[in-house]
């Protein structure tokens, strides 16, 4: 049984069964296919004795079709049954089923056309012939073509076809994946009873976070085009399993801007950030100030085109990953004369449209949640010191808070009004956050002003105070501790201002 929607390679694939002595039966277009080509081919109402009927939803649902495939061969009054009713053993199925998941990636698909295109015939076929895989042989893979066509006569292919078996099980699960999802979103079912996700095998990685683990890497049936999973790779190595998960968390930060924003990233944590309100080379040259040790073997994102000008830069130090919308041809030219370096472009135009929601793997589970999108505004705000912020401290607090949600926590950012100053990331306690961020903000320039971002709340006034005591002129922070007033009445005490959100941006 042949019945394929995509024809690739189904002549010569149905032309070498015919050599080693099978007869052919096929279906609606594939039965077209082959007789163009001069393929003997058998028309399935020939074997079933019934019409195609509802435009073809009906023609394989039949029980000459499904025990030809199910019958056991070696069960006597299995074989009688069919020798009763006259019906042939079917020894190989080749199905590949309707494009479901290429009908609803269209952009104005509508919920009828992707209906129509739910195999029924096809996912019902490939069950029966995969349960009975000791006796036939199920193909859903025209990768698979040749090698079934080289082990047919063998002895000893039971391995072959358990294989198969298995490929084809996860084929039917993957396609039931993708619709019970496009229907769940229909739905708006944000946490369903049953979560089924589908991952295509995208590359095997040499290594996971370490050399003694084995790793590879899957993407999404349905990537989002903003994403590591999308984009493309123009130079360099293959990325590794590190590579990955920095080049995701430097995607999450740049795009939260609209204006021309660097971010430098190393071990999935800002290093520096910097925007411009038009020039992209002026915010890489904030980005790099910021830190110009870290920076040394990171992964450098661009929102805007990278032009000779950033690459002439990016050429003097070692990077790992550069990212960006696009490369001029001049930039291109230059980075490419460094060997390793990774060259990615990816999709901004659609950053507003990434994925809602995240998943992160815990031994036995699952963990769902919706990605932290949100970007606070002044009307989120509330000024809860004596001291009122300048226009230009706001201006310094919203850039800090908007790169401070993708720190790990405990999450302090020392900031001006267009790059990050100080990055204080991932310590047991907050005030370690907090002097880590100001030790690195005096190892550089002046600035001013000079602001403090907080991904949570401060649950002593100690933070407060050693920001002050150290040039911090405004904070902003969620609040929400029982102590928030000891850290109001320091920040008083001290004479600067401190804003409130009332939202929290923890990311562990």
Same mark, same amino acid.
């Given at each position: 049984?042949?019945?394929?929607?995509?024809? +690739?390679?189904?002549?010569?694939?149905?032309?070498?069964?015919?050599?080693?002595?099978?007869? /052919?039966?096929?279906?609606?277009?594939?039965?077209?296919?082959?007789?163009?080509?001069?393929?003997?081919?058998?028309?399935?109402?020939?074997?079933?004795?019934?019409?195609?009927?509802?435009?073809?939803?009906?023609?394989?649902?039949?029980?000459?079709?499904?025990?030809?495939?199910?019958?056991?061969?070696?069960?006597?009054?299995?074989?009688?049954?069919?020798?009763?009713?006259?019906?042939?053993?079917?020894?190989?199925?080749?199905?590949?089923?309707?494009?479901?998941?290429?009908?609803?990636?269209?952009?104005?698909?509508?919920?009828?056309?992707? /209906?129509?295109?739910?195999?029924?015939?096809?996912?019902?076929?490939?069950?029966?012939?995969?349960?009975?895989?000791?006796?036939?042989?199920?193909?859903?893979?025209?990768?698979?073509?040749?090698?079934?066509?080289?082990?047919?006569?063998?002895?000893?292919?039971?391995?072959?076809?358990?294989?198969?078996?298995?490929? $084809?099980?996860?084929?039917?699960?993957?396609?039931?994946?993708?619709?019970?999802?496009?229907?769940?979103?229909?739905?708006?079912?944000?946490?369903?009873?049953?979560?089924?996700?589908?991952?295509?095998?995208?590359?095997?990685?040499?290594?996971?976070?370490?050399?003694?683990?084995? $790793?590879?890497?899957?993407?999404?049936?349905?990537?989002?085009?903003?994403?590591?999973?999308? $984009?493309?790779?123009?130079?360099?190595?293959?990325?590794?399993?590190?590579?990955?998960?920095?080049?995701? $968390?430097?995607?999450?930060?740049?795009?939260? &801007?609209?204006?021309?924003?660097?971010?430098?990233?190393?071990?999935?944590?800002?290093?520096?950030?910097?925007?411009?309100?038009?020039?992209?080379?002026?915010?890489?040259?904030?980005?790099?100030?910021?830190?110009?040790?870290?920076? &040394?073997?990171?992964?450098?994102?661009?929102?805007?085109?990278?032009?000779?000008?950033?690459?002439?830069?990016?050429?003097?130090?070692?990077?790992?990953?550069?990212?960006?919308?696009?490369?001029?041809?001049?930039?291109?030219?230059?980075?490419?004369?460094?060997?390793?370096?990774?060259?990615?472009?990816?999709?901004?135009?659609?950053?507003?449209?990434?994925?809602?929601?995240?998943?992160?793997?815990?031994?036995?589970?699952?963990?769902?949640?919706?990605?932290?999108?949100?970007?606070?505004?002044?009307?989120?705000?509330?000024?809860?010191?004596?001291?009122?912020?300048?226009?230009?401290?706001?201006?310094?607090?919203?850039?800090?808070?908007?790169?401070?949600?993708?720190?790990?926590?405990?999450?302090?950012?020392?900031?001006?009004?267009?790059? +990050?100053?100080?990055?204080?990331?991932?310590?047991?306690?907050?005030?370690?956050?907090?002097?880590?961020?100001?030790?690195?903000?005096? +190892?550089?320039?002046?600035?001013?002003?000079?602001?403090?971002?907080?991904?949570? &709340?401060?649950?002593?006034?100690?933070?407060?105070?050693?920001?002050?005591?150290?040039?911090?002129?405004?904070?902003?922070?969620?609040?929400?501790?029982?102590?928030?007033?000891?850290?109001?009445?320091?920040?008083?005490?001290?004479?600067?201002?401190?804003?409130?959100?009332?939202?929290?941006?923890?990311?562990?």
């Amino acid at each position: 049984m042949i019945s394929v929607s995509d024809k +690739t390679g189904v002549v010569e694939f149905a032309q070498s069964l015919i050599e080693k002595g099978y007869e /052919i039966i096929s279906t609606g277009g594939t039965y077209k296919k082959l007789q163009e080509n001069n393929v003997s081919v058998i028309e399935i109402d020939e074997v079933t004795g019934f019409p195609e009927i509802l435009d073809g939803r009906v023609k394989t649902l039949h029980p000459k079709v499904h025990a030809g495939l199910l019958a056991k061969r070696d069960n006597p009054e299995h074989m009688e049954t069919l020798k009763k009713l006259n019906i042939d053993t079917i020894d190989l199925v080749c199905v590949n089923l309707y494009p479901f998941k290429e009908t609803i990636s269209k952009p104005d698909v509508t919920l009828d056309q992707a /209906i129509e295109q739910i195999d029924i015939g096809g996912p019902s076929m490939i069950r029966s012939a995969s349960k009975n895989y000791k006796s036939v042989f199920v193909v859903v893979d025209q990768q698979d073509y040749q090698v079934v066509i080289e082990h047919l006569d063998d002895q000893d292919n039971l391995d072959l076809r358990q294989r198969l078996a298995a490929k $084809a099980f996860r084929h039917t699960a993957q396609y039931d994946s993708i619709i019970a999802g496009y229907l769940s979103n229909l739905n708006g079912e944000e946490f369903p009873d049953v979560e089924t996700l589908s991952y295509d095998f995208e590359q095997s990685l040499r290594y996971g976070e370490n050399s003694h683990q084995k $790793a590879a890497f899957y993407k999404s049936s349905l990537p989002t085009k903003y994403s590591v999973a999308s $984009a493309v790779q123009l130079h360099g190595k293959e990325l590794s399993f590190n590579n990955i998960k920095d080049a995701d $968390a430097a995607l999450r930060i740049v795009a939260d &801007f609209d204006q021309p924003c660097v971010a430098a990233l190393k071990h999935m944590n800002p290093c520096g950030v910097g925007v411009d309100d038009e020039c992209i080379y002026k915010a890489w040259q904030k980005a790099y100030s910021a830190d110009k040790i870290s920076i &040394f073997g990171g992964i450098i994102a661009f929102n805007r085109e990278v032009t000779a000008e950033v690459a002439e830069e990016l050429h003097k130090i070692f990077l790992e990953i550069v990212i960006a919308p696009s490369f001029t041809a001049e930039a291109l030219e230059i980075l490419e004369s460094k060997k390793n370096i990774r060259l990615l472009t990816v999709d901004f135009t659609e950053a507003k449209n990434a994925d809602k929601y995240e998943y992160v793997s815990v031994m036995g589970g699952l963990l769902v949640q919706e990605r932290d999108t949100t970007v606070d505004s002044t009307d989120d705000f509330e000024v809860v010191t004596d001291k009122q912020p300048t226009d230009e401290e706001v201006k310094a607090l919203l850039f800090g808070q908007k790169v401070v949600k993708h720190v790990k926590s405990n999450a302090i950012i020392i900031s001006t009004t267009d790059k +990050t100053l100080g990055v204080g990331a991932g310590q047991m306690n907050r005030i370690g956050s907090v002097k880590i961020a100001i030790e690195q903000e005096e +190892t550089g320039d002046t600035h001013t002003p000079l602001v403090m971002a907080s991904d949570a &709340f401060f649950p002593m006034d100690d933070c407060v105070q050693y920001a002050a005591e150290h040039g911090v002129t405004a904070i902003i922070q969620p609040g929400g501790s029982i102590h928030d007033q000891d850290s109001i009445d320091m920040a008083n005490k001290y004479g600067i201002a401190m804003i409130c959100t009332g939202r929290r941006h923890f990311r562990h």
